[in-house]
């Protein structure tokens, strides 16, 4: 089955730190351009990162740059964000997005969505 499964949101103090995991099966994550999304409660869906295939382009939304690291490991088929300084307004639904796009041949995927929280 061809999806992303993701893992390791949670409830968190601001200022500290969780990292998400985004695993994917049925397909080789390397080939592909990742990114993670987020959806706070009655906004839109925003983009937080991304890198490209080639991992030589990575990109951060101004609100998490310097706070949040996005990474891949092709060795286990799996990428991360690494998110430091978290603050409340960080607070939101976050998923995992990876695209191909080769002539006619194209996909995404995306992942279920974790939920993270940022509250004392």
């Known amino acids: 089955q061809l999806q992303l499964v993701e893992s390791g949101g949670g409830l968190v103090q601001p200022g500290g730190s969780l990292t998400l995991s985004c695993a994917a099966s049925g397909f080789t994550l390397e080939n592909y351009a990742i990114g993670w999304f987020r959806q706070a409660p009655g906004k839109e869906r925003e983009g937080v990162s991304c890198?490209?295939?080639?991992?030589?382009?990575?990109n951060y939304a101004d609100s998490v740059k310097g706070r949040f690291t996005i990474s891949r490991d092709n060795g286990k088929n799996t990428m991360y964000l690494q998110m430091n300084s978290l603050k409340p307004e960080d607070t939101a639904v976050y998923y995992c997005?990876?695209?191909?796009?080769?002539?006619?041949?194209?996909?995404?995927?995306w992942g279920q969505g974790t939920q993270v929280t940022v509250s004392s």
């Open positions: 890198i490209s295939s080639s991992g030589s382009t990575t």
């Open positions: 997005n990876a695209a191909i796009s080769l002539g006619v041949y194209k996909r995404e995927y």
